[in-house]
């Protein structure tokens, strides 16, 4: 037997270009097709439209959500980069295109996996 092992959850409510799992077991990542940050506690075993909860959403700040960290607060930072407008050719650099944002998840304080609070 390997040391890992790969499992199906199942099937996310939308693409995600990243994630991150925090100490607790709860998973982080964008939720592209809405413009969202979502939530899923791995204990619940699989991934569907009753596990799965929105933390944060805005069409204006969260477009294309890339990268996320925790911080010593118990937020979740995250970058978005409105990367789908660059893609289809209606990049504007006169507009802040790049984005940093805190996030609080009023259902736990979240902390990093390799350092739990």
């Known amino acids: ?59 204006r700040n969260l477009e294309w959500i890339d990268a996320f960290a925790f911080d010593n607060l118990g937020s979740l930072l995250v970058t978005s980069n409105r990367l789908d407008r660059f893609i289809g050719g209606e990049y504007d650099l006169r507009e802040y295109n790049f984005r940093i944002g805190r996030i609080r998840d009023s259902r736990h304080r979240v902390s990093s996996y390799m350092h739990p609070f």
């Open 1 to 59: 037997m390997q040391d890992f092992q790969v499992r199906d959850h199942g099937v996310r409510s939308s693409q995600a270009d990243g994630m991150i799992m925090d100490s607790s077991g709860c998973m982080f990542y964008g939720r592209l097709n809405r413009n969202a940050v979502m939530g899923w506690k791995s204990q619940a075993n699989v991934v569907n439209a009753r596990t799965e909860y929105e933390i944060a959403q805005s069409g």
